[in-house]
């Protein structure tokens, strides 16, 4: 739910937002949005936007403008609050947990058109007995490593083939296809790796679904998704819909991988500068690992942002190159990136600057809400509510 604050517009506005507080720029994020909505359009490919970089339904609203309507989650209380806003098809793509299946079967009996994943036979048994207790139809997408990255069974394995035999061998479950992320590209270094990851994402998706098809099950579904591949991706033929989540947002971290530039991240965290270590060239702010998460995906790319960039409060990148160097729990240090001394009174204590996250998700989940602004008139819009926790 959006609501409408009073601010006075020009960067005076943001001397009434109490710091640190994290920063939405509104025409970023359409830009962002129209782009990615432009390039799935192209590639004749549904979106199905991940609502865990956002989880804010005033963002997935814009997000979902001309698209069919489904949204990817990362948590149950996710999909509880996106379905009390009228979003109706929801995949939960993390694996699931017993402890889950009441709180998943209820959506369901409440109308809720839920899609979990599973890659292993225990998991297709937790279902089945959830099913049989809660008296519920669960339907599925069979979850596919193509990366090494984390979770699936291989496209080509025959363990595939075992997991959909075993659902069409039991009842409850109802298999609707194959999904995958490929979380690998984000360790891509350049722009062939990306596309060739684009590809492997895309040929390892639609492989498991024809085997699946071939041996005679049912896969409708053939979803892909990371903001990475699918910036990248240049055909994606055989793939039903690509999910993507920081794309709205971008971040250092994509900036660095070359899928955005630093003018294309929305997010930012406001900060106020409460001190000053002269010698050390450090301008101390409020803005620490709490405000700007303790996520520090730069370090292992080619440029390391330190804990972000640093802004002035109307966008620009600071002239003295500022990065955030270390943070405490509640103290962000500021410094020259080259460490060199740095005029101070240019930032006087009870100034404010504009910090870029490296990890968009990580840093927007230490806030409970974004602080709206529309750069181009300078005006703060709104404020608009986030749902952490799970
Ligand atoms: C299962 C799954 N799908 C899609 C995505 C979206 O990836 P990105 O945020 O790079 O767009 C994620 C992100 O972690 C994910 O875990």
């Not at 390039?39 to 609502?51: D, E, I, N």
């Not at 979770?151 to 009842?171: C, F, K, N, T």
């Not at 071939?214 to 979803?223: D, E, F, L, Q, R």
Request: net charge neutral; charged share 20%; hydrophobic share 45%.
């Amino acid at each position: 739910m959006s609501k409408m604050i009073q601010l006075r517009d020009g960067p005076e506005a943001f001397r009434e937002i109490e710091t640190p507080a994290l920063v939405l720029d509104r025409r970023i994020l359409e830009r962002n949005l129209a782009r990615m909505g432009h390039h799935l359009r192209r590639l004749g490919v549904a979106l199905r936007p991940h609502a865990k970089t956002a989880k804010s339904i005033d963002v997935l609203r814009l997000a979902l403008a001309g698209q069919p309507g489904g949204i990817t989650v990362s948590t149950l209380r996710e999909a509880e609050y996106f379905f009390g806003q009228g979003v109706q098809d929801i995949l939960y793509a993390v694996g699931i947990a017993p402890v889950k299946m009441a709180h998943a079967a209820a959506l369901i009996r409440r109308g809720c058109r839920l899609s979990l994943i599973l890659d292993s036979p225990e998991a297709i048994s937790i279902l089945q007995q959830a099913s049989a207790r809660e008296q519920v139809q669960f339907p599925v997408l069979i979850e596919l490593d193509v990366d090494g990255h984390r979770a699936g069974v291989q496209p080509d394995s025959a363990a595939l083939l075992e997991l959909a035999r075993a659902i069409s061998g039991g009842s409850g479950v109802e298999l609707r296809g194959v999904m995958t992320h490929a979380g690998d590209s984000y360790q891509c270094r350049s722009q062939s790796q990306l596309r060739a990851m684009a590809e492997r994402e895309r040929a390892g998706a639609v492989l498991a679904a024809t085997r699946l098809r071939t041996a005679g099950h049912a896969a409708p579904v053939v979803s892909v998704g990371s903001t990475p591949t699918a910036t990248f991706a240049t055909d994606l033929s055989g793939v039903t819909e690509v999910r993507v989540g920081v794309y709205m947002f971008n971040d250092l971290v994509m900036a660095g991988l070359g899928v955005c530039a630093i003018a294309d991240i929305a997010l930012s965290v406001l900060v106020s500068v409460i001190g000053h270590q002269a010698e050390r060239g450090w301008i101390i702010t409020d803005g620490g690992w709490m405000a700007l998460s303790r996520d520090r995906g730069t370090s292992s790319q080619p440029v390391d942002q330190g804990y972000g960039i640093v802004l002035d409060v109307e966008g620009s990148v600071s002239p003295d190159d500022l990065v955030v160097v270390s943070t405490n729990q509640e103290h962000g240090i500021v410094a020259r990136r080259d460490g060199k001394p740095l005029p101070l009174t240019r930032y006087p204590v009870g100034s404010s600057l504009r910090i870029l996250p490296n990890h968009a998700c990580a840093t927007a989940a230490q806030h409970s809400c974004y602080h709206v602004i529309d750069s181009d008139r300078f005006e703060s819009v709104a404020t608009w509510r986030r749902v952490n926790g799970w």
